[in-house]
């Protein structure tokens, strides 16, 4: 079985917000399934960098 270390941080207006694992496996786990799924990702990628403003 491959384990997968996951290191997700979220950030609000700048400010780290601690995650539990349960957090970090749902936001990391749906991040990584709808971006693997894109044209032009490789599948050795390293880092997904996400911002969202509004």
């Given at each position: ?20 694992e ?33």
């Amino acid at each position: 079985m491959l384990v997968v270390v996951l290191d997700v941080k979220l950030f609000v207006d700048g400010k780290e917000i601690s995650l539990n694992e349960f957090v970090v496996r749902i936001l990391g786990g749906t991040v990584i399934g709808a971006v693997s799924t894109l044209r032009g990702v490789k599948e050795d990628w390293k880092e997904i960098k996400i911002e969202i403003r509004r």
